[in-house]
């Protein structure tokens, strides 16, 4: 029994710094609940089976995942081109990561669509990008001179011939789509590259939105180029003073345009 005790002492320990670890790897909080109920699982199991002497799961502390509770802190402007120059074009690595990194700070793509994209969704003559996103839905959107670069110079440069119609491939054999779980530690990493505050994919759509809401551009034009139906979400950005702006509907049309958030942006859902 005393053997028991002591074994659970140290996995009550290992639990707390496994938990300690993955959080200050900017996983989302949803990410962490599932570690949570991974951990609870494994626990009840030992427990169940008597290889510890305690209930060790119903210890584990719960994930709070409150939404909308506060605006997001801002990544200024500069700490987001920071971000950029730190990749380094010497390096299929460092290719990858400029393609990526502007799809999510320029154009405030989620990282399940950056992960998501396939070579046929790049119309290279028109200048357009379709964007698979959620529920479902797709958007053509403009591709901007630094995006299409970055975009074609991982093309040409960097991605390895493999048969996969997906864009954004693993740098090591065997070639696989990166998949979006990948996305959040990749800008992470980058972040503490660039020796800029380490934030989480979505931080950088945050990032864009607050940018572009700083330069006056109205809520509705946000939400077009953000592709947000609803401009609640979209009013997480501003304080309740620009959400009710006069004159303001509470929904977004496809016949808003948003000329005045990037030059010559025209988002159609396909």
């Known amino acids: 029994m005393v053997l028991l005790e002591c074994v659970a002492g140290a996995i009550g320990r290992a639990v707390t710094g496994f938990l300690l670890a ?9 990410s962490l609940r599932g ?32 939404k909308d509770t506060g605006v997001p802190r801002r990544l200024a402007a500069g700490d987001v081109q ?11 690595s460092g290719k990858r990561d400029l393609a990526v990194l502007p799809l999510l700070a320029r154009m405030g793509l989620r990282a399940a669509e950056v992960a998501g994209l396939e ?17 479902g839905r797709c958007d053509r ?39 979006h ?13 660039a020796g800029v505050e380490p934030v989480r994919a979505h931080r950088l759509r945050h990032a864009l939105a607050t940018e572009l809401l700083s330069r006056g551009v109205r809520l509705p034009e946000i ?21 009710h702006q006069p004159g303001e509907k509470p929904q977004v049309t496809r016949s808003q345009r948003c000329r005045n958030a990037l030059p010559g942006l025209r988002v159609t859902t396909v």
């Open 22 to 30: 993955e959080a200050s790897r900017g996983l989302s909080a949803k």
């Open 35 to 66: 570690r949570v109920a991974e951990l609870r699982s494994l626990l009840r199991f030992l427990y169940l089976q008597e290889m510890i002497a305690s209930p060790l799961g119903e210890g584990v502390p719960p994930v709070p995942g409150w």
């Open 141 to 179: 959107m403009p591709l901007s001179a630094e995006v299409g670069e970055a975009v074609a110079a991982y093309l040409l440069q960097a991605r390895p011939g493999a048969g996969s119609r997906v864009v954004f491939l693993t740098l090591r054999p065997p070639w696989r789509p990166i998949g």
């Open 82 to 92: 920071a971000l950029l120059d730190s990749c380094d074009r010497a390096t299929v």
């Open 181 to 193: 779980a990948a996305v959040g530690p990749m800008v992470w990493r980058q972040c503490r590259i």
């Open 119 to 135: 070579l046929d969704d790049f119309d290279w003559r028109a200048g357009e990008l379709v964007v698979h996103g959620k529920a």
């Open 223 to 243: 939400a077009q180029v953000l592709r947000q139906r609803d401009l609640g979400t979209t009013a997480v950005y501003a304080n309740s003073r620009e959400l």
